[in-house]
């Protein structure tokens, strides 16, 4: 068949990572270094090169994140999709848990007797864990609204968060709340993300300080 290359499972994302830099040359695309794996790992899970473009970084986020990391930080998601993407293995490696409340029973009680979402105030539960948490949201802008509501009422903030809920209805406006703030933050502008792009963001981050320690 024409075009079908045969390779190997071990190096066939080896060969996309080597397409992805090809490309972005030929689109002159020039990503700063420290943020180039996170952005190269959500163009090959998703194979949008939009995201070269909209991706948005705090300053220092690719190394604040680390700092969490290493300091045994916790990744709490907003589905349990993004949850079962992240690789749980290599962060445990550094002592930290993946974890997700959208399914919670006390989290649905809550969510019916208030009128919330359940993304919402599995923010508000994420909120009271004694650890750094990092936030991954990859599905549900009540999720980010929450978030920054809570920045705003009390003396609290999230350590982190990866913004990229997917969608039509407030998912811009969410995500420009988040940038507006001081929170260290990965945030994709506009409509784009998705649970499989929050999980990825996390996964290059991982894998990185896998590999550096190897």
Excluded at 18 to 37: C, F, H, Q, T
Excluded at 106 to 123: E, G, L, P, Y
């Amino acid at each position: 068949m024409k075009n079908i290359e045969y390779i190997l499972p071990e190096e066939i994302e080896k060969r996309s990572f080597e397409i992805i830099g090809g490309e972005l040359l030929e689109r002159n695309i020039v990503i700063p270094k420290e943020e180039e794996n996170i952005v190269r790992r959500v163009i090959h899970t998703s194979a949008d090169f939009d995201y070269a473009e909209t991706l948005r970084f705090s300053e220092g986020a690719v190394e604040k994140l680390e700092e969490l990391i290493k300091s045994g930080a916790d990744i709490v998601t907003d589905t349990n999709m993004a949850l079962a993407g992240i690789n749980k293995k290599v962060l445990a490696g550094f002592g930290g848990q993946a974890r997700c409340f959208m399914a919670d029973e006390d989290v649905a009680r809550q969510a019916k007797s208030r009128r919330m979402t359940r993304a919402a105030v599995s923010m508000e539960k994420a909120a009271q864990m004694e650890k750094p948490v990092i936030f991954a949201i990859g599905n549900a802008p009540t999720a980010l609204i929450r978030l920054y509501e809570m920045s705003k009422e009390r003396d609290w903030k999230p350590a982190f968060v990866i913004g990229v809920p997917v969608g039509f209805v407030n998912v811009e406006a969410a995500k420009e709340l988040i940038l507006e703030t001081q929170i260290p933050h990965i945030v994709n502008r506009g409509r784009k993300g998705g649970s499989a792009i929050a999980a990825a963001i996390c996964n290059a981050v991982l894998y990185q300080m896998r590999d550096g320690r190897q």
